[in-house]
């Protein structure tokens, strides 16, 4: 489970290379890091440029390595659709080349993936709160973004050196942010309403720099436990932060008229998260206490 990487003794420093500035999930760990007191320098380098790579290292001599760029397309995955060379750059050759040469410096690489690449089946049915693990076969395929992602998973697996982390949804407390989930589908003008694992980034970037800090490595399910619907969230939405909010839901058939690739809807099993992390919130424990609760200050802010 654990890497032997350089500072893994707690003798040396930690320094922390990021990859990612411009990126959301990128831009938060850099202000947990200061908060935090923890020395860390943005990687310059492009991940498909192994040369690069390799300058950034000599040059920072981090202890560990965060992998937080990547192609999600914009304004969302259909991106990927009409630009699969680039999403295979980045999503592929970049973080195959990064995971490569960490391993080749001895470095633990954390690295943010998704947990798009898996939809509710026969044995993991809408509802059951039966939910795929870390070990389950991805079997979404049907976004070209979720393709690459499941493809370079499964390569990753070789590397005892990268601890893959499956981020689904993503929610923070800054409804500023048009990457926010909730953000995302406030916007809307019509949502879906299904059920799913979903990632409170002010609970859980805190937990990825802990990792590190324990070497922790192989797939991780990074989701708080539990299921999340839209039309729970969007109600929680209107209770605490605009009593006058309201939406109109369709159906998933309906939705598929008004995008080009079909998106992921799952329940992803975080017993494994939360056996090592105990006070791991329950999603909609998370999503009060970190997101909606009035007066809060938590490790993003």
């Not at 019509?190 to 990825?208: F, G």
């Not at 159906?251 to 799952?266: C, D, F, G, M, Y």
Request: net charge neutral; aromatic share 10%.
């Amino acid at each position: 489970m654990g890497f032997p990487a350089n500072g893994s003794d707690g003798a040396k420093p930690l320094k922390f290379l990021i990859y990612g500035r411009t990126g959301w999930i990128g831009g938060l760990l850099g202000k947990l890091c200061q908060a935090q007191g923890i020395d860390f320098v943005y990687g310059a380098g492009r991940l498909e440029n192994r040369a690069s790579l390799e300058a950034d290292i000599a040059a920072v001599k981090p202890t560990h390595v965060f992998n937080a760029a990547g192609v999600t397309g914009r304004p969302n995955v259909d991106w990927c659709e009409s630009h699969k060379v680039e999403t295979i750059r980045t999503n592929v050759v970049g973080t195959l080349t990064l995971a490569d040469v960490c391993r080749e410096k001895g470095l633990v690489l954390i690295n943010y993936a998704t947990g798009c690449i898996f939809e509710y089946d026969a044995d993991h049915p809408l509802g059951s709160g039966i939910g795929f693990k870390e070990e389950d076969t991805p079997n979404f395929v049907g976004s070209f973004y979720s393709k690459t992602k499941a493809m370079v998973e499964d390569l990753l697996k070789n590397y005892e050196n990268v601890c893959t982390l499956r981020v689904r949804m993503p929610i923070s407390s800054d409804f500023a942010n048009p990457r926010n989930f909730i953000t995302k589908i406030t916007r809307y003008d019509k949502v879906v309403n299904i059920p799913n694992s979903m990632t409170i980034l002010d609970e859980l970037l805190p937990i990825s720099i802990e990792m590190a800090k324990r070497n922790l490595t192989g797939i991780w399910n990074f989701t708080n436990p539990g299921v999340v619907s839209h039309n729970e969230i969007l109600e929680m939405y209107r209770k605490y932060i605009n009593p006058t909010f309201t939406w109109k839901n369709f159906t998933l058939e309906e939705q598929a008229k008004v995008i080009i690739a079909p998106r992921s809807n799952n329940e992803l099993d975080a017993s494994k998260l939360k056996e090592e992390f105990p006070e791991l919130l329950s999603i909609k424990d998370s999503l009060i206490k970190y997101v909606f609760q009035p007066n809060k200050k938590t490790a993003l802010d």
